[in-house]
Each structure stands twice: as C-alpha cells, then as structure tokens.
C-alpha cells in the first residue's frame, strides 16, 4: 500500500510538472477546448463554411436561372426548392449558400488586406519610435478623422464595384485599428532581453522585426482576426443593402437581406433564412474570438 501510495504521488507530481512546462499555446489550446461558447462556435462555422462550399454542388438548381413554374414559392420539399424561391422564381437555397460564399471571402481577404497592413505598420512604427513613430501615428489619426464608411464608399466609386476591389477598399481602410493594437504590443516588447540579444548578436531592425517582434504578436493577431471578419462581413452586408456591394449575377447575405425585406409581406422566407445565416455566423465568430481573447490572456495561465 504503501508502494502504491508513493506510486500515485510521483504520477500526480509528474502531472503537474507537465501541465506547469505547457507552452503558452498548448495551454490556450486546453483552455479553449473548455469554453463551451467558443467551442460551439467553432461548430457552427465549420458547418456553415462546409454547406456553403458543398451545397451548391449537391443542388441542382442555379442562382441565376429561375424556375418558370414557381414564383415566390414557400419551402416545400415537393418543389424541390427547400427554401423555397425569391420573387423571380431562384432558388433560394442556392443563392443563400452562393451569398455565403462571397460574404466569407469578402471577410476573410479583407481582413488579410487589413492585417498585413495594420502588423507592419504598427510594428515599425512601435519598434522605431521617436518621431517616425510620431508622424506614423500622426497619420492615422488623420485617417480615422474620415468617416470608415464614407472612405470605403468613395474608394469603391473610384475604383468601381469590381468584387476583388471591393474586398481591397474594405481592408485598405480597416487596418487601423490592427495598427494601434501592434504599436503598443511592440513597444512593451522592444526592450525585452530577447530582443536586446538580437541586437547585441548583430541583427538589423528588419530581421528584429520580422522574426522577433511580430511572431510574439500572434496571440493578439489571432484574436483580432477573429473579431474583426464579422466586423468586415456587416461592413459588406451593410454596403449591399445600400445596393453599393455585390451586383448581379453574384449576391450576398446583405444583399439578400435587402431583396428579403422588399418581399417581407409576400415572401417572409426570402428575408429569414438570408438573415439567419448571416446572424448565426456573426454570432459564432464573435464567440469564438472572445474564447481565443480569454484562452490567450497569460494573466489567465
């Protein structure tokens, strides 16, 4: 007994010690797992991104061709249409899931453009400080003096309502926020001994830069991402129910939302199940950016 009791010590002893030597991702990924909200959410988004991807695979309907027989027509498994079809006759199914499409990419390539924008400038400006960092600053508090949604209008009149340039206009000017974030993560970071090494070893301010400063950025980089593609998603929706986003023959959630509320009245489902996809994923990233926010905290560990 006594033997065994001395065994089960050692384990537990051997326990703690790997649980303490965890590195700060493996324990966020173990925390993550426990947060039943993020997790959920991280469901509800893989199973969105699936059906948004397959379904139009699997329907033999077309977003773009109407079905003669069946305007306006509720979902009905008879049909064929199991969300039924719009006022000229689509099948809703297939656009909702084509929206989906368009909506995500519109999210997810504006905020590349966005966070490739924001971590650099902000970790020069942070690392460099001084007056470069003065005048970088200074810059984009002139930009945030522009109203986002006017900027982002005024860029897409210029340069057309091509749907590539609409994701570029969204992340050109939804950077700065990111910018400020990576500012003042670097200058708490750029007088660390780590980095005081790298100087002493003979590094330049790029590669300090470039393999110091914004790989310990991840965490933050991580949960902005995550926060900020529903923020560009309702940016896009927004813009398309002004009937400035997505044009024919594509569409997307806002738009449909848009074509939904004109048919309220006659085609309650036009609107409901359009809004719905778009709420559930905005929902879901939310989330699960506030569980990689709260997993990531070190004050958490």
Same mark, same amino acid.
């Not at 470069?132 to 945030?144: K, P």
């Not at 992340?171 to 002493?200: C, H, P, Y």
């Not at 003979?202 to 310990?216: D, S």
């Given at each position: 007994m006594?033997?065994?009791?001395?065994?089960?010590?050692?384990?537990?002893? +051997?326990?703690?010690?790997r649980?303490?030597g965890?590195s700060?991702?493996v324990?966020?990924w173990h925390?993550?797992k426990?947060?039943? &909200?993020?997790?959920a959410? &991280?469901i509800?988004?893989?199973?969105?991104m699936?059906?948004v991807?397959v379904?139009?695979?699997?329907?033999?309907w077309?977003h773009?061709?109407?079905?003669?027989d /069946?305007? %306006?027509?509720?979902?009905?498994?008879?049909?064929?249409?199991?969300m039924?079809t719009?006022?000229l006759g689509?099948?809703?199914f297939?656009?909702? +899931?084509?929206?989906g499409?368009?909506s995500l990419?519109?999210?997810?390539?504006?905020?590349?453009v966005?966070?490739?924008?924001?971590?650099?400038?902000g970790a020069?400006?942070g690392?460099?400080g001084?007056?470069?960092? /003065?005048?970088?600053m200074?810059?984009v508090d002139?930009?945030?003096?522009?109203p986002f +949604?006017f900027?982002v209008?005024l860029? +897409?009149v210029v340069?057309?309502? /091509?749907?590539?340039?609409i994701?570029?206009?969204i992340g050109?000017? /939804?950077?700065l926020?990111m910018a400020?974030i990576?500012r003042?993560q670097?200058? %708490?970071?750029k007088n660390?001994?780590?980095?005081e090494?790298?100087?002493?070893s003979?590094?330049?301010e790029r590669?300090?830069i470039g393999?110091?400063?914004i790989?310990?950025?991840?965490?933050?980089?991580v949960?902005y991402v %995550? @926060?900020t593609?529903p923020?560009?998603? @309702?940016v896009e929706s927004f813009?398309s129910?002004?009937?400035?986003?997505?044009?024919?023959?594509?569409?997307s959630?806002g738009?449909l939302?848009?074509?939904g509320?004109?048919?309220?009245?006659t &085609?309650?489902? %036009?609107?409901?199940?359009p809004?719905?996809?778009l709420?559930?994923?905005?929902?879901a990233f939310?989330?699960?950016?506030d569980g @990689?926010?709260? &997993?990531?905290d070190?004050?958490?560990?």
């Amino acid at each position: 007994m006594k033997g065994e009791t001395t065994i089960d010590a050692f384990e537990q002893a +051997m326990d703690k010690r790997r649980v303490k030597g965890r590195s700060l991702y493996v324990d966020a990924w173990h925390r993550l797992k426990r947060n039943k &909200a993020a997790v959920a959410g &991280a469901i509800i988004l893989l199973f969105i991104m699936v059906l948004v991807t397959v379904g139009p695979m699997l329907n033999p309907w077309d977003h773009e061709i109407p079905d003669w027989d /069946n305007y %306006s027509t509720p979902p009905s498994l008879d049909t064929g249409h199991v969300m039924g079809t719009d006022a000229l006759g689509r099948d809703l199914f297939e656009r909702v +899931m084509v929206g989906g499409r368009i909506s995500l990419l519109v999210g997810v390539i504006a905020t590349l453009v966005s966070l490739v924008i924001g971590v650099t400038y902000g970790a020069v400006a942070g690392y460099l400080g001084g007056r470069v960092d /003065n005048w970088m600053m200074r810059a984009v508090d002139a930009i945030y003096a522009l109203p986002f +949604m006017f900027f982002v209008i005024l860029l +897409m009149v210029v340069f057309g309502r /091509n749907i590539f340039l609409i994701f570029v206009a969204i992340g050109a000017v /939804n950077w700065l926020d990111m910018a400020r974030i990576v500012r003042g993560q670097t200058l %708490s970071l750029k007088n660390k001994d780590f980095i005081e090494a790298a100087r002493v070893s003979g590094a330049t301010e790029r590669q300090i830069i470039g393999r110091h400063i914004i790989p310990n950025l991840l965490g933050v980089v991580v949960v902005y991402v %995550s @926060l900020t593609i529903p923020q560009v998603i @309702l940016v896009e929706s927004f813009l398309s129910f002004l009937g400035l986003g997505v044009q024919e023959p594509l569409t997307s959630w806002g738009a449909l939302v848009n074509e939904g509320a004109q048919e309220l009245e006659t &085609a309650p489902w %036009s609107l409901l199940f359009p809004a719905t996809f778009l709420a559930a994923t905005l929902f879901a990233f939310n989330f699960l950016g506030d569980g @990689l926010r709260d &997993a990531l905290d070190p004050r958490d560990r």
